[in-house]
């Protein structure tokens, strides 16, 4: 069956590390997107992507950078960790405009 | 101002009882409404979906939007313990080809035995 993984499911790091957080869609969707989570905001738009080398910045994007080399993949990448990035992340993958699928989440405290 | 206005709660109801979630908006652009149910430790996923404004019933939700109002409503009939998750508002724009949502706050729902 067709999904979309994250990986890992929890991180620990500390302040000013790069970390990477790995999406992996099998639906061959096109577009994909990186949120985080926070009690009181709800779900946030970090970065976005509408198709292989394009990415594009959402609501909160300071710090966090994309990739898009294939269609299948997005990492979302900390260049140096803060405490403020501590959060869930979740993926998701949609094909156009349709219903937005999202991956389990990863769970990353920055200490 | 938050585009979307959500109350967080929680909610607390007993089994049975008629639950109402609320969405409050301020773009009154959006035409595409979303209700995602999310369980504790797990992704949001999609519960019901409708565009511009009416009623949408499946099974025991039922999804309302009012744009003269600026507020969309999720209904819950004969709620059970099973419902208890947090429930996110979403809505997009009617653009050609952006799936870009903006999400409500979520609120959590406890239905209790």
């Known amino acids: 069956d067709a999904e979309i993984t994250q990986s890992p499911r929890h991180k620990i790091t500390e302040t000013g590390r790069q970390v990477t957080l790995a999406c992996h869609q099998t639906?061959?969707?096109?577009?994909m997107f990186w949120y985080r989570q926070d009690l009181g905001h709800g779900l946030r738009l970090i970065h976005y992507s509408y198709g292989v080398q394009d990415t594009n910045k959402g609501e909160v994007s300071d710090g966090y950078s994309v990739s898009r080399s294939n269609t299948e993949d997005l990492p979302l990448t900390l260049e140096s960790a803060a405490s403020s990035q501590t959060s869930v992340y979740f993926c998701a993958s949609s094909k156009g405009t349709d219903t937005q699928y999202f991956g389990p989440g990863t769970r990353l405290t920055v200490l | 101002q938050k585009e979307v206005e959500q109350d967080p709660g929680p909610l607390s109801v007993p089994e049975g009882a008629i639950v109402s979630l609320n969405c409050t908006y301020s773009?009154?652009?959006?035409?595409?409404f979303m209700w995602y149910r999310q369980y504790s430790r797990k992704g949001p996923e999609l519960l019901m979906y409708t565009y511009s404004s009416g009623n949408k019933e499946d099974g025991r939700f039922t999804a309302q939007v009012d744009k003269s109002s600026k507020y969309i409503s999720l209904f819950i009939r004969d709620s059970q313990p099973s419902d208890s998750a947090t429930y996110l508002c979403?809505?997009?724009?009617?653009?050609?080809?952006?799936?870009?949502?903006?999400f409500g706050q979520g609120t959590t729902l406890q239905v209790k035995p």
């Open positions: 773009n009154s652009a959006f035409q595409y």
């Open positions: 639906w061959n969707h096109n577009n």
């Open positions: 979403a809505m997009r724009l009617p653009s050609s080809n952006t799936g870009k949502l903006i």
